[in-house]
Protein backbone atom coordinates (compact mmCIF):
# COMPACT_ATOMS: atom_id res chain seq x y z
CA UNK A 1 0.00 0.00 0.00
CA UNK A 2 1.39 3.58 -1.09
CA UNK A 3 0.83 5.89 1.46
CA UNK A 4 -0.63 9.46 0.37
CA UNK A 5 -0.39 12.23 2.58
CA UNK A 6 -2.16 15.88 1.96
CA UNK A 7 -1.53 19.32 3.33
CA UNK A 8 -2.52 22.91 2.95
CA UNK A 9 -5.86 22.97 3.89
CA UNK A 10 -7.22 25.41 5.42
CA UNK A 11 -9.58 28.17 5.95
CA UNK A 12 -9.98 30.82 3.50
CA UNK A 13 -12.56 33.55 2.70
CA UNK A 14 -14.82 33.83 -0.78
CA UNK A 15 -12.78 34.85 -3.78
CA UNK A 16 -9.67 33.73 -2.19
CA UNK A 17 -7.06 30.60 -3.01
CA UNK A 18 -5.22 27.67 -1.80
CA UNK A 19 -3.05 25.17 -2.57
CA UNK A 20 -3.09 21.24 -1.86
CA UNK A 21 -0.27 19.03 -1.78
CA UNK A 22 -0.14 15.61 -1.96
CA UNK A 23 2.73 13.86 -0.98
CA UNK A 24 3.12 10.03 -1.66
CA UNK A 25 5.55 7.46 -0.09
CA UNK A 26 6.29 5.94 -3.73
CA UNK A 27 7.59 7.17 -7.33
CA UNK A 28 3.83 8.54 -8.39
CA UNK A 29 4.70 7.14 -12.11
CA UNK A 30 2.95 3.78 -10.51
CA UNK A 31 -0.72 5.13 -10.46
CA UNK A 32 -2.31 4.35 -13.79
CA UNK A 33 -4.12 7.69 -12.32
CA UNK A 34 -4.71 10.43 -9.60
CA UNK A 35 -7.25 12.76 -8.78
CA UNK A 36 -8.65 15.00 -5.77
CA UNK A 37 -11.77 14.18 -4.38
CA UNK A 38 -14.20 15.91 -1.62
CA UNK A 39 -16.54 15.20 0.73
CA UNK A 40 -18.72 17.54 2.47
CA UNK A 41 -20.93 17.30 5.34
CA UNK A 42 -23.90 14.56 4.76
CA UNK A 43 -22.97 14.16 1.08
CA UNK A 44 -21.11 12.03 -1.05
CA UNK A 45 -18.10 12.15 -1.82
CA UNK A 46 -16.69 13.35 -5.23
CA UNK A 47 -14.86 13.66 -7.77
CA UNK A 48 -12.70 17.09 -8.36
CA UNK A 49 -10.09 16.73 -10.57
CA UNK A 50 -7.98 13.86 -12.05
CA UNK A 51 -4.80 13.24 -13.90
CA UNK A 52 -3.47 10.26 -15.73
CA UNK A 53 -0.13 8.82 -16.31
CA UNK A 54 -0.01 10.55 -19.58
CA UNK A 55 -0.98 13.80 -18.46
CA UNK A 56 -4.85 13.94 -19.32
CA UNK A 57 -6.58 15.90 -16.35
CA UNK A 58 -10.24 16.00 -16.14
CA UNK A 59 -12.63 18.27 -13.51
CA UNK A 60 -15.84 18.21 -12.23
CA UNK A 61 -17.70 21.28 -14.22
CA UNK A 62 -18.51 23.34 -10.65
CA UNK A 63 -14.40 23.85 -10.33
CA UNK A 64 -13.41 24.12 -14.12
CA UNK A 65 -11.85 27.14 -14.24
CA UNK A 66 -11.01 28.21 -11.21
CA UNK A 67 -8.73 24.28 -10.51
CA UNK A 68 -6.00 23.03 -11.67
CA UNK A 69 -4.57 19.41 -10.96
CA UNK A 70 -1.02 18.98 -11.36
CA UNK A 71 1.76 16.40 -10.12
CA UNK A 72 5.94 16.77 -9.85
CA UNK A 73 7.45 13.14 -10.13
CA UNK A 74 10.50 14.22 -8.97
CA UNK A 75 8.65 14.95 -5.86
CA UNK A 76 6.05 12.39 -5.80
CA UNK A 77 3.41 14.97 -5.03
CA UNK A 78 0.37 16.17 -6.31
CA UNK A 79 -1.29 19.25 -6.10
CA UNK A 80 -4.55 20.96 -6.63
CA UNK A 81 -4.02 24.79 -7.05
CA UNK A 82 -7.73 26.45 -6.05
CA UNK A 83 -8.31 29.62 -7.16
CA UNK A 84 -12.19 31.65 -6.70
CA UNK A 85 -12.84 29.41 -3.85
CA UNK A 86 -16.97 29.59 -2.61
CA UNK A 87 -18.13 28.64 0.48
CA UNK A 88 -20.07 25.12 -1.87
CA UNK A 89 -16.16 24.33 -1.92
CA UNK A 90 -15.72 23.63 1.73
CA UNK A 91 -15.19 20.29 2.42
CA UNK A 92 -12.34 17.53 3.57
CA UNK A 93 -10.48 16.79 0.42
CA UNK A 94 -9.08 13.40 -0.09
CA UNK A 95 -5.80 12.57 -2.60
CA UNK A 96 -6.63 9.62 -4.40
CA UNK A 97 -3.99 7.36 -6.59
CA UNK A 98 -5.19 3.93 -8.23
CA UNK A 99 -2.56 1.36 -9.42
CA UNK A 100 -2.59 -1.35 -11.33
CA UNK A 101 -3.93 -4.51 -9.79
CA UNK A 102 -5.61 -7.87 -10.44
CA UNK A 103 -8.61 -8.98 -10.63
CA UNK A 104 -8.88 -5.21 -10.30
CA UNK A 105 -6.83 -1.88 -9.78
CA UNK A 106 -6.24 -0.87 -6.22
CA UNK A 107 -7.30 2.11 -4.74
CA UNK A 108 -4.92 4.48 -2.78
CA UNK A 109 -6.32 7.26 0.08
CA UNK A 110 -4.88 9.88 1.90
CA UNK A 111 -6.47 11.22 5.28
CA UNK A 112 -7.97 14.16 3.72
CA UNK A 113 -7.48 17.74 4.62
CA UNK A 114 -10.26 20.16 5.81
CA UNK A 115 -10.71 23.06 3.58
CA UNK A 116 -13.34 25.97 4.69
CA UNK A 117 -14.18 28.48 2.37
CA UNK A 118 -15.92 31.58 4.61
CA UNK A 119 -18.49 33.62 3.09
Known amino acids: QVHLVESGGGLVQAGGSLGLSCSASANILIFVAMGWYRQAPGKQRELVAT???????NYVDSVKGRFTISRDHTKNTLYLQMNSLKPEDTAVYYCHGESFGTPRNIDHWGQGTQVTVSS
Open 51 to 57: VTRGGDT
